[in-house]
């Protein structure tokens, strides 16, 4: 049964990637995939994601025991896999899990469990996590099979924990980008990361020489200097509501040269004084002139950014 709804869950992604629009300038950027409707960071949902329209596909990196990069969103593994019913006896005593506790052998028995209310059933555990390389691996093809040119969104999350515990996480990353063409200013691939320090080590140790974007908490847009912010990034990625609350964030930004890709608009979450997603996120696409957003519905994204041309 799990073959065979993997088998034509691709079946419809590749029916669904012949007919996706051509881009504009402003991009759709798939959080953790298609993740409004199947397992985030899941190879389902980064296909559906691509068949959806998205420009670029995030992924979110954690760490395993033996120095494999995993998509995963959390510090722990709790909330996205079964990882409580396969290893009880594997918490820490905070009673967690944590990936770096795994290796890669470890963390491919578990399956993803949906952790949203009214999305994917969080009974059905179909789908497996993936490596980073898996998922590069995936665009990759799929932009060879389809003639199209969809880009990664890798964030680098708590990879000084990482680092503190002995593993080479940064250098696996600088190292993985390369062994897959991601170099230079016009690579299509953007580094994020909530750490300007992170951020600047990338561009001063590892001479990283790819766009690179500076996340940016509500608080952190307050105090942001985007003149600085630009000395090592070429964008930045703010909570959407610090925008809403001052829209001008969007002018400094862009006076200091920066592209402006706020966090998260979904569907099936969106404020009241709209009527629907849509409806928000044309605000700020059109209105606010963002450069792109992360969405948990690509979909309806590609639709408003289509149509507002």
Known sequence: MQRYFQTAFFLFIAAALFCAPTFSEKIVIAHRGASGYVNEHTLAAYAMAYGMGADYIEQDLGMTKDGVLICMHDRTLDRTSNVADMFPERKREDGK??????????????????????????????????????????????????????????????????????????????????????????ATVYVQCFSSGILKRLKEEYKCSVPMIQLMSSDMVEEADMKEVATYAQGIGPDKKAIARDPSVVSRAHEAGLKVHPY????????????????????FLFEYDIDGGFTDHPDVMRRVIDAGN
């Open 264 to 283: 998260t608009f979904r569907s099936d979450a969106f404020p009241s004084k709209f009527k629907d997603a849509a409806e928000e996120m044309h605000l």
């Open 97 to 186: 899990y944590y990936p770096e506790d795994f290796t890669l052998e470890e963390i491919k028995t578990l399956r993803c469990v949906e952790s949203v209310p009214k999305r994917f059933p969080r009974e059905a555990r179909l789908l497996q996590m993936v490596t980073f390389e898996e998922a590069i691996q995936l665009v990759q093809g799929l932009n060879r099979s389809t003639g199209r040119t969809v880009g990664i969104y890798p964030e680098l999350k708590d990879a000084a924990a990482y680092e503190n515990a002995g593993l080479p996480y940064l250098k696996t990353f600088m190292e993985t980008l390369a062994r897959y063409g991601y170099e230079g200013a016009d």
